[in-house]
């Protein structure tokens, strides 16, 4: 089952190129039948559907308040009651403020969309220029906004799809853009799987927030709830059992869903845990796994690596004048990830610029260290991975080494 992950290159719709590596990376790193195919760019320059702007209201949002203390009552002032319907034993009483949660930050004043059918254009344009397979998978991933509001949707061929990938920092708080972007791709790819046609999919899609997959979610702020459960009904499941579906294709939907659930879950406590992810590093490449964060993988290039992994193994810190000292084993370590042709020569060279305090290269191999880590696990829990320390003192890596694992 190939699934072909595209975007426009129209100013206005592009994803981000770490955005959109991002979401791809964290596709593949679940295994199982699904192919996550990168498509990098579709062309849609013929197309002449125009974009549209439009005012949305904005509508202001109180926090939650407790009017009033409430005694707490003694055992000589409880009561007994009957229940003389079911529904007096099921349903919770009193009045509530039902005031929405604000919003993380305040939302725009406008934006600017298109209908439905530009999405599913570009998907079919994309199809034909690249003859893509009838029974494949398109996903168009845009900046752009729709006219329904939607998050995404699948289009009359049933293997078409969009998914917005703008504006979550106003539905979810403290959370990376590729994991609701990753669940809203293998969400469509589940309801492909359970239903038969559109209006058998709208029919099965929940009105009511169950924490289900299948959650409409009319309320936008709604989809923290299933990202947070990620979790399928028992209705749901029961249609997947009937319809008789691949089940390890339903096995890589759900183990997506595990991942995205724990990292939100993960990024929600940990201001109050004050505890850093857990960090594997993995095979003879090195690569980098922070596990409490659904196995959350960053990507570095072979000199970062090599600098962060040498800090790594030095948890004493180092003076970056005294990183000359030490070029033996830096060498031993961009041999690993290098595949510079000229072998040992190209190898001493990049060193040699590394440690030469004049040439300014490891401050900026440094910064983009930095860059990579917050981008990938905010600002607060990079903090713990970082390659720090005051001005004219040993660099190093705070996490406590006990958090850190190698499976090479």
């Not at 009017?67 to 034993?89: G, M, Q």
């Not at 948890?315 to 040992?344: A, C, I, K, W």
Request: aromatic share 10%; glycine share 4%; with cysteine.
């Amino acid at each position: 089952m190939k699934v072909h992950l595209i975007t426009s290159s129209l100013d206005g719709e592009v994803v981000k190129s770490d955005l959109f590596d991002n979401v791809l990376s964290f596709l593949q790193q679940s295994s199982g039948p699904i192919q996550f195919i990168p498509a990098w760019q579709a062309h849609p320059h013929l197309l002449d559907t125009p974009s549209f702007s439009i005012q949305r209201p904005v509508e202001i949002k109180a926090s939650f308040k407790i009017e009033k203390e409430v005694a707490r009552p003694t055992k000589t002032n409880f009561f007994t009651r009957s229940i003389a319907h079911v529904k007096d034993f099921l349903e919770q009483k009193g009045e509530i403020n039902d005031t929405k949660e604000e919003l993380p930050k305040a939302p725009p004043a406008e934006e600017r969309f298109s209908p439905w059918v530009y999405f599913f254009e570009i998907c079919a344009m994309y199809r034909m220029r690249n003859e893509i397979p009838d029974e494949d998978h398109v996903f168009l991933l845009t900046a752009l906004a729709n006219d329904k509001n939607w998050f995404g949707s699948i289009g009359p061929s049933g293997r078409d799809y969009f998914v917005h990938t703008a504006n979550w920092e106003y539905f979810l708080k403290d959370t990376d853009s590729r994991f609701p972007i990753a669940y809203e791709v293998v969400v469509w790819l589940l309801r492909h799987q359970m239903f038969s046609s559109r209006v058998e999919m709208m029919n099965g899609i929940h009105a009511t927030p169950r924490g289900c997959a299948n959650d409409f979610c009319q309320d936008k702020q709604q989809i923290q709830l299933k990202m947070r459960t990620g979790d399928v009904c028992s209705t749901c499941l029961n249609i997947l059992q009937v319809k008789g579906r691949e089940p390890l294709i339903i096995a890589q939907i759900m183990d997506v869903f595990e991942r995205v659930r724990l990292n939100v879950l993960f990024r929600e406590r940990a201001a109050i845990l004050k505890r850093p992810s857990r960090l594997e590093v993995r095979g003879f490449t090195r690569k980098l796994f922070f596990t409490d964060l659904g196995n959350l993988e960053v990507s570095l290039n072979p000199k970062e690596k090599t600098i962060f992994l040498f800090f790594l193994n030095h948890p004493e810190g180092v003076l970056l004048s005294h990183m000359v000292d030490h070029r033996s084993e830096l060498e031993q370590l961009y041999s690993f990830f290098s595949n510079t042709s000229g072998g040992g020569q190209r190898i001493s060279e990049a060193i040699d610029l590394l440690v030469n305090p004049t040439e300014g290269n490891l401050q900026q191999v440094l910064s983009r260290i930095k860059r990579k880590l917050e981008s990938n696990l905010g600002v607060e829990l990079a903090k713990h991975y970082l390659i720090s320390g005051p001005h004219g003192e040993p660099k190093r890596i705070a996490i406590d080494r006990e958090f850190v694992t190698y499976n090479i």
